[in-house]
């Protein structure tokens, strides 16, 4: 079975600072997806970035982007010039590929929350 | 078709109680799925569903959880004989999909249930 894991409860960052959010994995399978979300309180999960495991290309969405590490199963998320809108409790996801699993369900880890100081 | 929708978005329950949540999808969306977030934890998987069939249930979902989604729009899902640790957030999802491909995963607000 697959599981994913968060081991930083908590970060803080200053204001227009970058922080890195870690994130592993672990799976037999050799592809899949893996995703980072974003929770604000009370509200909704945002997709912040997806990520597929055939693309050794690292994933980019404007401030945020990913260290995709394939053989170290490691997945971590940098947020640069950091904004107080970024403070919210962020999500590592994955989901295996549906042909070999059947499934389209994802995993999450426990989250890290993030607090951005002014 | 601002989204996901779940309603109510805060449930109140005696314990022993029945408690029934709905998640609209977003129209065009065929697949829909149902999380549980307990506090400080990520989702967890319960179930998913492709139009009205229900394709796939996780060991969470014990004999006292069942969900419906009758017509492949919204869906329901039921607690009977709510129990202190039902306590949690449920959340609902839906996207698009053909075959491997899905498209447009979106999550709702969620319903957090207290059982008292």
């Known amino acids: 079975a697959q599981t994913v894991t968060q081991s930083q409860p908590e970060m803080s960052v200053q204001e227009a600072e970058t922080v890195t959010l870690s994130c592993t994995y672990d799976t037999s399978e050799s592809d899949y997806y893996l995703f980072w979300y974003k929770q604000p309180p009370s509200r909704q999960m945002i997709l912040v970035i997806r990520?597929?495991?055939?693309?050794?290309q690292n994933a980019t969405e404007n401030r945020f982007s990913v260290n995709f590490q394939k053989a170290a199963k490691s997945f971590s998320l940098k947020i640069s010039d950091s904004q107080l809108g970024d403070a919210a409790m962020y999500f590592c996801a994955y989901r295996s590929q549906p042909i070999t699993s059947g499934t389209y369900k994802y995993i999450f880890g426990t989250g890290t929350r993030l607090k951005v100081l002014a | 078709d601002t989204g996901v929708s779940q309603d109510p978005r805060h449930k109140i329950t005696k314990r022993g109680q029945n408690v029934t949540f709905r998640c609209d999808p977003i129209?065009?969306?065929?697949?829909l799925y149902w999380y549980r977030q307990t506090l400080g934890q990520g989702p967890e998987f319960l179930t998913y569903f492709q139009n009205e069939a229900q394709l796939e249930k996780s060991r969470l979902l014990s004999d006292r959880f069942s969900a419906e989604r009758p017509k492949g729009s919204f869906s329901t899902l039921e607690i009977q004989r709510t129990e202190q640790g039902d306590s949690a957030m449920y959340l609902c999802?839906?996207?698009f999909g053909s075959g491997q491909l899905s498209y447009g995963y979106t999550f709702g607000s969620g319903t957090r249930l207290t059982v008292v």
């Open positions: 129209s065009e969306h065929n697949r």
């Open positions: 999802a839906s996207s």
């Open positions: 990520q597929e495991a055939y693309k050794q």
